[in-house]
Structure formats: C-alpha cells, structure tokens
C-alpha cells in the first residue's frame, strides 16, 4: 500500500511494472493520472502552488487506501501526489489498484481519487495573469465522495 507525496515528478510506467511486482494474478489495474490545467474557470493559470502538512496528509491518503481496500476485493493500491510549484501539464496525482477484476479495481480507483479530492488536506493556490487565488472545494467533488457514503 505505497503513499507518497513528494514534489518530484513520477515515472507512470516504473511506477505500475513496480505495483505489479511480476504478479500474475493481477487481471486488472486501473489508474488515474491528474495534470494541471492551463485554466481554471475564466482565467488561464500560470502555475500551481500545492502545500500540505506531511504526517497528516500522509496519513489521510492511508487511511483511505485502508478504507478502499475494506470495499473491495483489491490486491494493492498505489497513490503519489505532488506538491510544491508545478506547472500546467505536470502530472499532479496517481491513482493506481491492482485486483484480479476489472469492476473492482474501478471502483476502488474511482474511490480514491473522490475521497483524496475531499478528505485529503491539500491546499492549491493558482498564480494567474489577475494574481494569486486559493482554490476553493468544489460542490462536485463533495458530491462525488458523498456517493460512496450511500453505497
């Protein structure tokens, strides 16, 4: 159950051949990549500026993880997220599950990534042409965690 949040860039392919640890077993791995967008709403963005406390966001991200793997059938999980000054373009999260079947390692990914956009504490401040803002919680994201409390 690796969680890493770093600032340095990863390599998605050495990542996943790293997850898989020659397994065969392993039927299905769904992944999930965030970049950074060149725009937010009606402003073009410049640049990202990702802060985080260390041991809590650390913790955060494994406990779900945990709860994921609670959920479904799942062999392992993988999340590295970074933080620091990234660019539009930069990778910016991977989200990784191994299972023996397709239906669960979604699942547990999709979940991941809605938990991690809500419960995780990050906070992203976008450098744009206007000046600097903090990135607000998105109602669609809430609304997207909010599901998996229902199911």
């Not at 890493?4 to 397994?23: H, I, S, T, Y």
Request: glycine share 6%; hydrophobic share 45%.
């Amino acid at each position: 159950m690796p969680v890493r949040v770093q600032e340095a860039d990863f390599d998605v392919g050495a990542e996943l051949a790293a997850l898989r640890g020659g397994r065969s077993d392993i039927g299905a791995i769904a992944v999930f990549i965030g970049l950074v967008r060149d725009v937010n709403g009606d402003s073009s963005v410049q640049e990202m500026l990702l802060e985080h406390y260390p041991a809590m966001t650390h913790k955060a991200l494994e406990d779900i993880v945990e709860q994921a793997r609670r959920r479904w059938d799942i062999f392992d999980a993988l999340v590295i997220h970074r933080v620091g000054r990234l660019k539009p373009s930069d990778q910016i999260v991977l989200v990784a599950v191994t299972s023996a079947h397709r239906g669960e390692a979604f699942a547990a990914c999709e979940f991941i990534m809605d938990y991690l956009k809500t419960r995780a504490p990050f906070w992203k401040k976008e450098h744009t042409p206007e000046g600097s803002r903090w990135v607000e919680a998105r109602t669609a994201d809430e609304a997207a965690a909010a599901r998996w409390e229902r199911s």
